[in-house]
């Protein structure tokens, strides 16, 4: 069996699909920890976690924001269903900015109706998502 040479990548969410395009690598924020994929990967399921996708062709790198979801990877295929992704440049980084403020008080203020679980994934959110703003100003 011959290996494929790319990979095709669908990042889908509830609203939209993002990308659907070949690539020859990704890289994924898997919930046990970041990883590769080639192409010829062999197959797995996984949960993912807040974090920076990023996938490449050639020399050129693209960045996405991703809050979790699940990706299928096949030899050829790469699924991604996310909960929440935004590509880099469509990233409002005053938002974002605001989001992580709002998330640092509430974690500093630890008030007792505060939901302690949800500032801390809304904290993660908003640095990832200022991260990968910043790469497309690479």
């Keep these: 069996m011959t290996l494929p040479s790319q990979l095709t990548l669908e990042v889908v969410t509830p609203d939209r699909s993002l990308v659907s395009q070949l690539v020859d690598e990704v890289q994924i924020p898997g919930a046990e920890g970041y990883f590769g994929v ?9 949960t993912m976690n807040v974090g920076e996708l990023w996938y490449r062709n050639g020399q050129q790198r693209s ?3 991703i809050a ?3 990706a299928e990877v096949l ?3 790469v ?3 996310a909960k929440v992704a935004e590509c880099a440049e469509d990233i409002d980084v005053e938002r974002a900015q605001l989001a992580r403020q709002r998330a640092e008080e509430r974690l500093t203020q630890r008030a007792v109706d505060s939901d ?4 801390r994934l809304s ?4 640095r990832t998502r200022l991260q ?6 690479r």
């Design 75 to 77: 030899p050829d295929r």
């Design 123 to 126: 904290l993660l959110r908003s």
């Design 68 to 70: 979790l979801g699940f």
């Design 132 to 137: 990968v703003a910043s790469q497309s100003l």
């Design 79 to 81: 699924t991604i269903l």
């Design 116 to 119: 302690g679980e949800r500032a």
């Design 38 to 46: 080639l192409p010829g990967h062999t197959p797995l399921l996984v």
């Design 63 to 65: 960045f996405l924001s």
